[in-house]
């Protein structure tokens, strides 16, 4: 009887925890509230990423403008926002968010709050400057 506890409880604890935030997800304009774009989070080589995949209030022929570097004028549609997340405990962090509207990099981290909503948060210095999104996971 207690074996079996004790597995179940395991298999709580690993399906809480073992959930991914690879997919995609929706995210929300933080004063309208409408639907902005899908974004894809992906892995590889232990980082995960995200790309823009849709836009859905914006020109999807759109370039970023006011990026720099290799980012300058290339495709929104396309564009890679965030780079180099690494996964600690159950939080995602040490890598950078990039917002193709004003070409600004932000430190980033990211925590799955639930199967369906993911915390995103990028900030200057120790996150006490910052912002924070809560983006909803495509269905």
């Given at each position: 009887?207690?074996?079996?506890?004790?597995?179940l409880?395991?298999?709580?604890?690993?399906?809480v925890?073992?959930?991914?935030i690879?997919?995609?997800?929706?995210?929300?304009?933080?004063?309208?509230?409408?639907k902005?774009?899908?974004?894809?989070?992906?892995?590889?080589d232990?980082?995960?990423?995200?790309?823009?995949?849709?836009?859905?209030?914006?020109?999807?022929?759109?370039?970023?403008?006011?990026c720099?570097g290799?980012k300058?004028?290339?495709?929104?549609?396309?564009?890679?926002?965030?780079e180099n997340?690494k996964k600690?405990?159950?939080e995602?962090?040490?890598?950078?968010?990039m917002?193709?509207?004003n070409?600004?990099?932000?430190?980033?981290y990211?925590?799955?709050?639930?199967?369906?909503?993911?915390?995103?948060?990028?900030?200057?210095?120790?996150?006490?400057?910052?912002?924070?999104?809560?983006w909803?996971r495509?269905?």
């Amino acid at each position: 009887m207690n074996y079996l506890r004790i597995f179940l409880m395991l298999l709580v604890s690993i399906t809480v925890n073992g959930q991914s935030i690879i997919g995609q997800w929706e995210t929300y304009d933080d004063s309208t509230k409408e639907k902005k774009a899908l974004i894809e989070i992906y892995q590889k080589d232990n980082l995960y990423f995200a790309k823009i995949v849709k836009r859905f209030n914006g020109d999807n022929n759109a370039v970023c403008k006011a990026c720099t570097g290799t980012k300058k004028n290339k495709p929104i549609v396309g564009l890679v926002i965030i780079e180099n997340i690494k996964k600690v405990g159950n939080e995602f962090k040490g890598g950078t968010i990039m917002d193709p509207e004003n070409g600004e990099t932000y430190s980033c981290y990211l925590k799955l709050i639930n199967a369906n909503k993911l915390k995103v948060r990028g900030f200057l210095g120790f996150s006490v400057f910052g912002r924070t999104q809560y983006w909803i996971r495509k269905e």
